[in-house]
């Protein structure tokens, strides 16, 4: 399984590729889970070809902090995919080979996506999500791409990006898979005590009991609700929970017959930050 670390390998690597225009792509950022392996293995059954991307995007990440200590773990990472098929190329760069000169941004207009939820409290992030799928597409140039759908507002941000940058690609969204006890699968649980990981399914259910509410209650009485749920659960703390017309990400005031709404949460635990949403309608 070829594994590469520069941008002119990679596409030498895919000129000798015999069917260049069926090519799947799943960008990562390495500490890779059964989450990412449903990803790899999607892209496996659709495409002759995938390639893997392993990068931990610094212009992605507003705390420093929370940068440093993004789990590495490329060994495993390798396993993993190796696991799923052994003709699977794994692109690895360097933050030279990506930020070349400064680490620094493009800036997208998307929109209004970006301004909500993550948005409001991330500055630039998905500007740094633009820029680095914007650079992994160019470079690979796949047909399809895959992302999962517990980053959903990401997922809409990047279909907005090769809407504007004219980039002729299918962007696959792929369902949230879950830990046995319902939490959204994600690198940052590995952070979590093998206790509050177990509390944590709370913010599923109450997503879950939220969807149940949906059909019956009003949309902003419903949120508070959710707060309530919370301020009661002294282990969590809210940072937002938002209902989006699931295509713009306006945040609802009156529900309105044949949109699609989903609830999207942002929860602080033990200092790690997760998220999660749910389907409504």
């Not at 260049?20 to 892209?43: E, N, R």
């Amino acid at each position: 399984m070829p594994v590469i670390q520069t941008k002119t390998k990679l596409k030498k690597e895919l000129n000798n590729l015999s069917n260049k225009l069926d090519l799947g792509l799943v960008p990562t950022m390495g500490a890779l889970h059964m989450g990412h392996a449903s990803l790899i293995k999607k892209a496996v059954d659709q495409n002759e070809n995938v390639v893997v991307s392993i990068f931990v995007n610094p212009t992605q990440f507003n705390n420093k902090e929370d940068l440093d200590k993004y789990p590495k773990t490329i060994d495993t990472d390798i396993q993993l995919i190796s696991a799923i098929s052994d003709k699977i190329i794994v692109f690895t760069p360097a933050v030279s080979e990506i930020y070349p000169d400064t680490i620094v941004p493009k800036t997208y207009d998307f929109e209004g996506l970006d301004k909500v939820m993550e948005g409001e409290f991330r500055d630039d992030h998905f500007n740094g999500v633009g820029t680095i799928v914007e650079e992994l597409l160019n470079v690979v140039q796949p047909s399809k791409a895959y992302f999962g759908e517990k980053d959903f507002q990401q997922l809409r941000i990047i279909q907005k990006l090769t809407e504007i940058q004219h980039i002729p690609v299918e962007i696959i969204g792929c369902e949230i898979v879950r830990e046995d006890h319902g939490l959204a699968m994600s690198s940052r649980n590995e952070r979590l005590s093998k206790n509050i990981r177990q509390k944590a399914a709370f913010i599923y259910e109450t997503l879950k009991t939220a969807k149940n509410k949906f059909g019956t209650e009003n949309a902003l009485n419903l949120k508070d609700w959710v707060i309530d749920q919370f301020e009661n659960n002294h282990d969590f703390q809210l940072e937002y929970f938002d209902i989006t017309d699931v295509e713009t990400l306006t945040p609802i005031k009156n529900k309105i017959n044949n949109v699609k709404y989903r609830a999207f949460i942002a929860v602080y635990v033990e200092d790690v930050r997760l998220i999660d949403n749910i389907a409504l309608n």
